[in-house]
Each structure stands twice: as C-alpha cells, then as structure tokens.
C-alpha cells in the first residue's frame, strides 16, 4: 500500500471530511473510492476508444438504427421491459 499527500484547500477539505462522515467512511476510504470510480472511468473509456477503432462505422450506425426501431415498436406494443433486452439480442438484422 502506498501514501499520498495531497494539497488541497482546507475548505475543500472540510467539504470532503463532511462528505465522508455523512456517508460513515473516513477521508480515506472516501479517496480510495473516487479513485476507483476514476479509474473504472477511463479503463472504459480506453476500451471504448480500442475497440472504436477497430469497428466499422457504418456497421455501428445501422446497429443504433435497429435498436431505434425496436425500442419504437416496443413504446407502441405491450411488451414488458423485461423482454425488451433480449428481443433485442435475439433478432438479427435482416
């Protein structure tokens, strides 16, 4: 386990010490969650911008188009919002 110290403005730091104790964890653990939260952000992120690259554009588009027309026909039928998931993956384009 490493130490950081970090320099922030004491009343950013009060903020903080508040917003820990409202939530029952130290100062501590309050960073080390943001920081997880931080990191799961751009690991997502990076993922996103690998796989981006690799895609077909016009392949995503026609994907975004497909589940467009579903969720419309789903809004216009008595489909329940459980089933909406998998009709969606279960039906090929055309």
């Known amino acids: 386990m490493?130490?950081?110290?970090?320099?922030?403005?004491d009343g950013k730091y009060e903020r903080l010490k508040q917003f820990a104790q409202s939530r029952n964890i130290s100062v501590n653990k309050l960073f080390d969650e943001l920081a997880t939260i931080t990191l799961t952000q751009f690991d997502a992120k990076t993922r996103f911008d690998l796989r981006s690259a690799k895609?077909?554009?016009?392949?995503g588009l026609e994907i975004l188009d497909?589940?467009?027309?579903?969720?419309?026909?789903?809004k216009n039928s008595?489909?329940?919002p459980s089933e909406r998931l998998c009709r969606v993956s279960r039906h090929p384009p055309a």
Request: charged residues 35%; without cysteine.
């Open 2 to 9: 490493s130490t950081l110290t970090l320099r922030i403005p």
């Open 55 to 59: 895609g077909d554009p016009q392949k």
């Open 66 to 74: 497909r589940i467009d027309r579903l969720f419309e026909e789903q």
């Open 78 to 80: 008595a489909i329940k």
